[in-house]
């Protein structure tokens, strides 16, 4: 008897030893992302995109709505599948929103405001009632650097604010880092904490431009796409000839329980797979609670980044369902 018990006692360690295994064969190890769907493309615009503003799939209208940005006019459009060549009834959108997001009826955002005798940016916080006029609400101004991207808890009925804490401009040699500052009527703000930066296993290089941040109501959990970006000159003029990924902005995936305490996963390697000739890929992303995904909108280009090149830009879409995120997990 006691002989049975050791036996069965090793078999279920070599069972879960062997938790890789499906029907005898090795489980694939999980595969960055490609293959992309097109939602956007433009030859010769200064920019698409509103600055950290995924689409959406509205329940209620069934469509998806995008907000998109050519040279300094910003606009909102819809689309019944969110994707190239199906965008419509495009309308202006006013005072200088950068990210938008909506709780309830009403819009909420943040203007930035360069303030070179300060170097700081100075945001204001908005609202709009319609999601296209946009006015400053009577609050303090958050000061930090330029990116950043907002999470409305519905839960906790509060705003979460991922923001760069300072601009490394040549008179601040500080490293790109990830804060976060919250609010609960979104005119009182927190002051900014780290809660992301570059570690040991980070190329010297590597610093964090900005990450977008996801809830998933059904496994709790928060995902954030973290845009890192490998500096290689950031002073201006004259530029140093480059290579391989200087100055290139990559998409790398982070695990966290409550918002604040953040994991790197994947091993921290590329979660997506830069096409051939593509330097520049920042992600925000989007979660379809009705088809429990999440929809990664990639804004990318031939450029490399703060360095001068052709105008080519597209925004892309890579739709993963949440479930399949957990295995990128370490």
Known sequence: MIRVVAFAIICVAVATSA????????????????????VLAK????????QY???????????????????????????????????????AVTGGPQTIVKRGDDYFSLDHEWRLDEGWYHHHPLRSTDGLAFSKLDAPVIKSGEDFTLLVREEQKDFYCYIRPRPP????????????????????????????APNEKDHPAQQFYSMSVVYDKKRKNYWGF??????????????????GEDNAVRVQLCSSRDGVKWKRCYNQKNFIEPPPGIYEQFAIASIREMKDCVDLYVVQSRNRHNVPGDDFQSIVRYTLSLEELSKYED
């Open 169 to 196: 401009h040549h008179h601040n040699k500080d490293i790109r880092k990830i804060g976060l500052t919250t609010s609960t009527d979104f005119k009182t703000w927190s002051e900014i904490r780290i809660v992301l």
């Open 226 to 243: 973290l845009n890192v970006f490998q500096v290689k000159h950031d002073d201006g003029p004259p530029y140093p000839t480059m290579t």
């Open 53 to 91: 503003t995924p689409p959406r799939y509205d329940i209620e209208s069934n469509k998806f709505i995008g907000y998109f940005r050519q040279g300094k006019t910003v606009f909102r459009a819809e689309s019944p599948t969110g994707l190239n060549g199906t965008w419509t009834n495009s309308a």
């Open 43 to 50: 030859e010769g615009m200064h920019t698409l995109w509103l």
């Open 19 to 38: 938790a890789s295994l499906c029907n005898g064969q090795p489980v694939p190890a999980p595969q960055p992302l490609k293959n992309p769907e097109l």
